[in-house]
Structure formats: C-alpha cells, structure tokens
C-alpha cells in the first residue's frame, strides 16, 4: 500500500524559507514520481515541483523556479522541497503526491498539472507579507 506523509508547513514572513518533507512508502518497482501540488482559495490546484525516481528529471512550474529545490533522500524514503524566497503567492495548502508512471506523470503534470495517483495529507503554507 502506498503512503505518503506530508511535514514542515508553517507560517514564514516574504523572503524567507521553509522545507517541506514527504515520506514515502509502498513504492517498491520501477520509475515513479513523487511531486507536490497546492491549492490556494478560490483557486485551482497546481503542480508545483516534481522529481522522478528512476534518474532524478524534475520538475518546477515557472512561478517557483530559482527559489524552490526538490530533492530526494533514497535511505529515508524522503523527498523534500526547499522553498526559498517565499512571496505572499506562494500562501496554499502543498499536498505531497505520488504516481507510479514516473517520468509521464512528470510530463502530465508539466503540461496541465494533472494529479497524481497518491495523495498524502496537506500542510499549510502561509507567508506574511
């Protein structure tokens, strides 16, 4: 059974940081994907970041490039986002999410955010400006 763990929301002032944790169980064979999402009030959901697991491709929508950084700790079963520079946009629920089509589901969330399969709890993220 897949699982997915979602950690490290909080309240943060513009311009500072926060990382947020996903742990991962379940995923045993083959290339999958483990991304983030978030939805902010009164408006849709995106794809934030993306990282597959066969060679590490990944993923940002343009709205996050050059701040945020994701990443993948094999021995825990982590992946983490880095998010730096934070900006009162960036105020949403982040959802960490899962797929077992790796690199397609990368593309699909890369061409129209398509969800993924898994879904773990949301945590929130709130920046003061």
């Known amino acids: 059974e897949v699982q997915l763990q979602a950690f490290g929301g909080g309240l943060v002032q513009a311009g500072g940081f926060l990382r947020l944790s996903c742990a991962t169980s379940?995923?045993?064979?083959?290339?999958?994907?483990i991304g983030w999402f978030r939805q902010a009030p009164g408006k849709e959901r995106e794809g934030v970041s993306c990282?597959?697991?066969?060679?590490?491709?990944?993923y940002y929508t343009d709205s996050v490039k050059g701040r945020f950084t994701i990443s993948w700790d094999n021995a825990k079963n982590t992946v983490y986002l880095q998010m730096n520079g934070l900006k009162p946009e960036d105020t949403a629920v982040h959802y960490c999410a899962g797929d077992d089509t790796g690199w397609s589901a990368l593309h699909r969330m890369k061409i129209a955010h398509t969800p993924f399969d898994y879904w773990g709890q949301g945590t929130q993220v709130t920046v003061s400006s």
């Open positions: 379940g995923f045993t064979l083959g290339d999958y994907a």
């Open positions: 990282i597959t697991s066969s060679d590490g491709t990944t």
